[in-house]
């Protein structure tokens, strides 16, 4: 099993919709969890940082941690093309810096 | 703020080669440097974890005669792939973070081809 799970989808949404991803994770000791958005052939950009259950808002974009169910959410309001792109989720804490990612959610926003 | 740059952006060598990729902080002190590896359409493979000052920290399985690190100031990190083949040809992204913080921040890739 993987320490993180990611559902690679691909994900096809309409534009304006709201869109879900989402993550479950194994290890309890994970502290921190991030979303990254990836455009193809470039490095991930780093979208949102959390480090404890609970919301965490910025623009369009909601991150979600529940602890208790060791689960990670990512919502975006009013999807645009510009969004389309592969986001992965990454939870930290148990080495110094060391992240472990997700597989990764491949999402297309079509006009 | 927080941007990473790596150079080349693209390689194209033959084997038996050997190949450096510099990874650098722009506008912030990198204490830590990461270094993935990342095939089409998976996640990304971490490869190692250097320290400026330090010896790298390797991933089980990750030959580190074969992909030397050196992190030599707080702003440069750099990875050889030594005597290269075609298994080598991959995407290779560095990251850093500060010491302040868990982020960590992504360079643009480089993509490795061995002929």
């Known amino acids: 099993q993987k320490e993180v799970e990611q559902d690679p989808g691909p994900l096809s949404v309409p534009e304006g919709a709201i869109v879900s991803l989402n993550c479950t994770y194994s290890?309890?000791?994970?502290?921190?969890f991030m979303w990254y958005r990836q455009y193809s052939r470039k490095g991930p950009e780093l979208l949102m940082y959390?480090?404890?259950?609970g919301n965490k808002e910025d623009g369009r974009f909601t991150a979600q941690v529940d602890k208790s169910s060791k689960y990670i959410s990512l919502f975006i309001r009013d999807s645009q093309p510009s969004d389309s792109a592969t986001y992965l989720c990454?939870?930290?804490?148990?080495?110094?810096?060391?992240?472990?990612f997700g597989q990764g959610t491949i999402l297309t926003v079509h006009p | 703020g927080a941007v990473v740059s790596q150079h080349p952006s693209r390689v194209i060598c033959k084997s038996g080669t050997s190949v450096k990729i510099e990874c650098r902080s722009l506008?912030?002190?990198?204490?830590?440097m990461f270094w993935y590896r990342q095939f089409p359409k998976q996640s990304l493979m971490l490869m190692a974890t250097?320290?400026?000052?330090?010896?790298?920290?390797?991933e089980q399985g990750v030959e580190k005669d074969k992909f030397l690190i050196n992190h030599a100031s707080l702003t440069l990190s750099t990875l050889t792939v030594t005597s290269a083949h075609p298994e080598d040809s991959s995407f290779y992204i560095c990251?850093?973070?500060?010491?302040?913080?868990?982020?960590?921040?992504f360079g643009p890739g480089t993509r490795l081809t061995v002929t």
């Open positions: 290890n309890s000791a994970f502290q921190y």
């Open positions: 959390t480090y404890s259950s």
């Open positions: 506008d912030f002190q990198a204490t830590t």
């Open positions: 990454a939870a930290g804490g148990t080495s110094y810096g060391k992240l472990t």
């Open positions: 990251s850093a973070s500060e010491a302040s913080g868990y982020e960590q921040y």
């Open positions: 250097s320290n400026e000052g330090s010896k790298a920290t390797y």
